[in-house]
C-alpha cells in the first residue's frame, strides 16, 4: 500500500490541476490529452493499475461477487 501512495499522491495533485485547466480551457482536450496521457505514464499509473489488479485477482470469488455488488449499488441512480 505505501508503493500505491508513493505513487498516487503526486498523481492525483497532476489529475486535480490539470482536470481544472481542461475545465477552464486553458488546455485544450484534443491538443494536450495525449500530453496528460503520457506524463500519467510517467509518473507510474500503470505500475498502480497492475498493482491493484494484481490485489483484485487474489481475491475469493465471494470477495469479488461483493465487490461487484457493493459497486452495483452505489452507483445505481
Known amino acids: 500500500m505505501i ?5 498516487m499522491t503526486p ?3 497532476l489529475v486535480n490541476e ?8 486553458e488546455l485544450n ?6 500530453h496528460f496521457q503520457e506524463e500519467l ?3 507510474g ?6 498493482l491493484y489488479l494484481t490485489k483484485y485477482a487474489k481475491l475469493s470469488d465471494e470477495n469479488k461477487k461483493l465487490y ?6 452505489t452507483t445505481a441512480k
Open 11 to 13: 498523481l492525483n495533485k
Open 45 to 50: 499509473y500503470d505500475k498502480v493499475l497492475n
Open 29 to 34: 482536450m484534443e491538443a494536450d490529452w495525449g
Open 18 to 25: 490539470k482536470l481544472i485547466k481542461f475545465v477552464s480551457g
Open 41 to 43: 505514464d510517467i509518473m
Open 68 to 73: 461487484t455488488d457493493i459497486k452495483k449499488y
Open 3 to 7: 508503493e500505491i501512495t508513493k505513487v
